[in-house]
């Protein structure tokens, strides 16, 4: 045996008068991976490039140590191996049912002395073959007879794999719907109990045959492996089915010009087991020939013994048996059938049409519209008959009329028969289409050259039936009303037909929905109007959908849907929120007002706006489509503003209209008291507060008023309490009572810190002071509602009537403490004051100021004499 590599046998050197020990492996023991890999195992699956073993070993004298391994010459190498750490890859993909065992030799060399051995590396099996069947391919023949249980064919299958995924077991595929059954575990194919086999019904059986492993891991996943095959079973006959007679019922004919031994009629029969057929021999049953007629025992043909005039009857009935010959002419089974023969003579007869009374070219029905398919029309009563015999009374029955709609039964007559007409088509036969339908029914002789033929009239009268729905003209419906129509006006007209006759194509219309409050419909016409007390606004809704029913007698109905628009008209003016208004127009700035049309839609709610007179003349212009009003460009400063009036009266009166663009036209005017100013440089809270309360003087007094009430009330606060500790010998000073409130997020509307920034009270106002010693304070608006001027009370308190703040008694007159600054009490028509010592700058700034707070004074003014007058406050 050769190798790849050169090995030398253990061997000891001596060096120095030392001994040299060769290295040597650990043993290792079953299951371990660490050693010379003795008893080595190792799974089929395992990955290519899996570290699957450490050769491990040692040298006496500590030296380090190489691994190494080798193979045969001319085999697959399977394992690598690291000289250094002794880690032993797989290379190769492993096969148990290829090679189940690996030989190898695995080394240990400590650079002087080098160690072999020899070992054997088992390769364990995994459930990777599936099973494979043998004898392929599978068919069995079976008689039809086998009784049900037999054993039919033993289906064998092989899997190469160990233990569980070696194992086979069976079944079979859909075994609901076969007539076999396998035994799972020997293979072997039987008939289902309570089953049969049948040849003339089912020749070939397919039956799919499962074979299943006992399953097993590979690759770390149990895995079950299934291989499938065909049985195909071939059913063979057996003789269990007597002779069926074949093209019954059986007619012959012997005609006038016969000859003795004319063949009249030829019957045939076959073996019911049609795998293995046998002979048939034919007779007449019990005699009943006579000497009239013979029968051919192998062909069946009968032919006549006698002249026709030697006949007795016109009508022979005869019995013809058909038996089944075994081996050795035993009879096996055997069938009988009756052939009738018939006399006849020559074709001297037409066929001819008969009724309830006699020969007849005319029938005639009266019958429902749409008949069920299939249905027999039993009130014509029509037989045809031929008098002559054989051939000459064979004849074709035809319909002729309206393809398809009507069949006749039967379409070959011979000599006579009772004529069927059936339903065809039931669609066809519509009373809204045409109230009778007329055929022609034809017969004709088909093996005469006379070609003898008679006709006849079949008319069918109709009788309508409720078999239409109403239909409307269209599936939706628009109409459009103007929204100032009276009540009872037409909207549209909606319109069904139905063609069915009498009162079932009567249409009676309704209305329903969730749009239809305000709308009726008339029953008969169709015609949908609004209620009597309907007011259409377009502005309130313009939009109306419902739906329309038609309905006939019997309930039978369609439905139709309405779109209806509720027009806009212009019947609604501009309207300005108040006839008298007052505005303060910065020079360079504009001045907007504006006017509401309330119609619905363009253009009868598009404003226009235009000065109908304004004193000065030519002094203003607007914009038509905003309502923004300007000075004219020419206007820059004050200084032209005098010039232009005498008086020097800066403020100026206009008419504004506003008319909207509907037909016809409406329109409002309002007249406008502008009061020009000049542009100001004062910056700060005070400034930006006025020029925001120039439009809302009733809310910038009332922070005003609320602000002189508040230094009133410190000024009271302040003298009286000087005075008690002046009378005081002890000087103990009043307890001054502390409200503590819960803190609270401050509002978001307004802040006042910003325009009064020292903390007093004044009447209708609440001082408290917090935890840490500030005091609080909130302010009665002029609406009545307190305002908090911390910044820290989210809501209002209620509304309540405002009333004009009441000045506090005057201070003892004999004593006024110098330390105590002095507050000025203003009026109900003061001014503001700036804190301390300063004040605010006149000039330019004062006299801005000054317009805006008599601008305000003068509107809170009147407001509160027309509240006056109204015995309220708004």
């Not at 400590?110 to 599936?130: L, W």
């Not at 398919?373 to 045809?384: F, N, Q, W, Y």
């Not at 925001?692 to 922070?703: H, I, T, V």
Request: one cysteine or more.
């Amino acid at each position: 045996m050769g190798y790849s590599d050169s090995f030398s046998n253990p061997s000891v050197s001596f060096v120095s008068g030392q001994s040299d020990y060769a290295p040597y492996f650990y043993d290792n023991g079953p299951d371990s991976l660490n050693g010379n890999m003795a008893l080595f195992s190792i799974s089929e699956d395992t990955p290519v490039g899996t570290q699957v073993y450490v050769l491990n070993g040692t040298d006496p004298e500590g030296d380090s140590v190489r691994y190494g391994i080798a193979f045969e010459k001319g085999t697959k190498e399977y394992f690598t191996v690291d000289s250094k750490s002794g880690n032993v890859t797989l290379v190769s993909e492993l096969d148990r049912e290829h090679q189940d065992e690996i030989a190898a030799l695995v080394s240990i060399t400590d650079g002087r002395n080098r160690v072999e051995e020899k070992v054997r590396v088992f390769i364990t099996d995994a459930n990777d073959e599936q099973p494979e069947f043998l004898n392929l391919p599978f068919i069995v023949d079976v008689p039809e007879d086998t009784p049900e249980g037999t054993s039919l064919y033993k289906v064998q299958a092989a899997d190469r794999d160990l233990g569980s995924g070696g194992s086979v077991s069976y079944y079979l595929q859909s075994p609901s719907t076969t007539k076999f059954t396998i035994d799972s575990h020997s293979g072997i194919l039987r008939i289902k109990p309570g089953e049969k086999l049948d040849y003339e019904t089912t020749r070939t059986h397919f039956v799919t045959v499962v074979a299943k492993d006992g399953g097993g891991k590979y690759n770390g996943k149990y895995q079950v492996m299934t291989s499938n095959a065909t049985i195909t079973i071939n059913v063979l006959d057996a003789q269990d089915t007597p002779p069926a007679f074949v093209g019954t019922p059986y007619f012959g004919y012997v005609y006038e010009v016969s000859v003795p031994g004319s063949e009249i009629f030829t019957v045939l029969a076959k073996d019911g087991d049609e795998g293995s057929p046998n002979l048939i021999h034919y007779s007449f049953a019990d005699g009943s020939g006579g000497s009239y007629f013979s029968i051919n025992s192998t062909t069946g043909c009968i032919s006549l013994l006698t002249y026709p005039v030697q006949l007795r009857n016109e009508l022979f009935e005869l019995n013809v048996k058909a038996a089944e010959l075994g081996p050795d002419n035993v009879e096996l089974g055997y069938a009988i059938t009756m052939v009738t023969i018939r006399v006849v003579d020559l074709n001297n007869h037409p066929p001819t049409f008969y009724g309830e009374n006699g020969p007849q070219s005319r029938f005639e029905l009266t019958m429902y519209e749409h008949p069920p398919e299939g249905e027999i029309l039993r009130g014509l009563k029509i037989t045809v008959n031929d008098s002559d015999q054989g051939a000459n009374a064979k004849f074709r029955l035809r319909l002729v009329g309206p393809g398809r709609v009507l069949r006749v039964v039967p379409q070959t007559v011979l000599n006579e028969a009772q004529v069927t007409v059936i339903v065809e088509n039931s669609t066809a036969i519509d009373y809204e289409k045409y109230q009778f339908i007329t055929f022609k029914l034809l017969a004709v002789e088909i093996d005469t050259p006379e070609r003898f033929s008679a006709t006849a009239d079949i008319i069918i009268n109709l009788l309508d039936t409720n078999d239409n729905t109403p239909k409307f003209s269209s599936e939706y419906y628009i109409a459009r009303i103007p929204e100032n129509s009276p009540g009872g006006s037409n909207v549209v007209a909606v319109t069904a037909s139905d063609p069915d006759s009498g009162l079932w194509g009567e249409v009676k219309y309704s209305i329903y929905g969730s749009g239809a409050d305000l709308f009726l419909i008339h029953a008969s016409s169709g015609i949908i109007y609004t209620q009597p007390w309907a007011s259409l606004d377009a502005e309130v809704k313009s939009k109306y959908n419902f739906y329309v029913k038609a309905e006939d007698t019997e309930g039978r109905y369609s439905l139709a849907e309405v779109f209806v628009t509720v027009l806009d008209c212009n019947d609604h003016p501009p309207e300005f929120t108040d006839n008298f208004m007052e505005k303060t127009m910065v020079i360079g700035a504009p001045v907007k007002i504006e006017a509401v049309d309330e119609d619905a839609e363009e253009p009868n709610n598009v404003i226009e706006y235009s000065i109908m007179r304004a004193e000065p003349d030519n002094i203003f212009e607007i914009n038509r489509a905003t309502g923004e009003i300007k000075l004219k460009p020419y206007i820059k400063s004050m200084e032209i503003v005098n010039n232009i009036t005498k008086h020097k009266d800066c403020k100026w009166s206009l008419v504004v209209q506003a008319r909207d663009r509907g037909k016809p036209s409406f329109s409002t005017t309002t007249v406008i008291k502008i009061d020009i100013t000049e542009a100001t440089p004062l910056k700060g809270p005070v400034a930006d507060f006025l020029m925001q309360s120039r439009d809302n003087p009733l809310k910038a007094l009332g922070m005003i008023a609320g602000f002189v009430s508040v230094m009133v009330l410190v000024t009271i606060v302040i003298s009286t309490a000087t005075f008690l500790r002046n009378n005081k010998s002890n000087r103990i000073m009043p307890a001054r009572r502390i409200i503590r409130r819960r803190r609270e997020p401050p509002p978001s509307n307004f802040n006042f810190k910003s325009l009064f920034s020292r903390p007093s009270t004044a009447s209708g106002a609440q001082a408290e002071e917090d935890p840490e010693g500030s005091v609080r304070e909130s302010v009665e608006s002029p609406g009545g509602q307190n305002v908090n001027l911390n910044n820290n009370s989210p809501w209002p308190k209620p509304p309540k009537p405002p009333s004009a703040p009441r000045l506090p008694p005057p201070p003892a007159a004999n004593y006024r403490p110098s330390s105590e600054r002095q507050w000025p009490v203003p009026t109900i028509s003061g001014t503001l004051a700036s804190r301390g010592s300063k004040r605010l700058r006149h000039g330019t700034d004062s006299n801005i100021s000054d317009a805006l707070v008599s601008e305000l004074k003068m509107k809170l003014e009147k407001k509160i004499q027309e509240a006056n007058k109204g015995g309220y406050y708004c």
